[in-house]
């Protein structure tokens, strides 16, 4: 098993940037696909961005391409989102998540989460 504690969120400007951190202990942190979500009041859970065990490929929701990289440091068991020109439709939970298999955008598909962090963009 894996556990995972994200950190990183808060108040931010539309505009600004917030740079998620997503810590992982137990099982090896380079055998997990990593994966991003958020949540928003009243709306299921949404795909973000997904990353390769290596890193070498990563995949994000159209809504967030060009501005979000998703990241990962295996050295440190850690996944990162960096989030730019946040606008107020980013507002939400976001949630790390973990898949033991192979690529996947389902949040169905993923076998461990975080506690989420709350992400609050202000027009």
């Given at each position: 098993?894996?556990?995972?504690?994200?950190s990183g969120g808060g108040?931010?400007?539309?505009?600004?940037?917030?740079?998620?951190?997503?810590?992982?202990?137990?099982?090896?942190?380079?055998?997990?696909?990593?994966?991003?979500?958020?949540?928003?009041?009243?709306?299921?859970?949404?795909?973000?961005?997904?990353?390769?065990?290596?890193?070498?490929?990563?995949?994000?929701?159209?809504?967030?391409?060009?501005?979000?990289?998703?990241?990962?440091?295996?050295?440190?068991?850690?996944?990162?989102?960096?989030?730019?020109?946040?606008?107020?439709?980013?507002?939400?939970?976001?949630?790390?998540?973990?898949?033991?298999?192979?690529?996947?955008?389902?949040?169905?598909?993923?076998?461990?989460?975080?506690?989420?962090?709350?992400?609050?963009?202000?027009?």
């Open positions: 098993q894996v556990q995972l504690v994200e108040l931010v400007q539309a505009g600004g940037s917030l740079r998620l951190s997503c810590a992982a202990s137990g099982r090896s942190f380079r055998s997990y696909f990593m994966g991003w979500f958020r949540q928003a009041p009243g709306k299921e859970r949404e795909f973000v961005a997904a990353i390769s065990w290596s890193g070498s490929n990563t995949y994000y929701a159209d809504s967030v391409k060009g501005r979000f990289t998703i990241s990962r440091d295996n050295a440190k068991n850690t996944a990162y989102l960096q989030m730019n020109n946040l606008q107020p439709e980013d507002t939400a939970v976001y949630y790390c998540a973990a898949r033991s298999l192979g690529q996947s955008t389902a949040a169905y598909d993923y076998n461990y989460w975080g506690q989420g962090t709350q992400v609050t963009v202000s027009s």
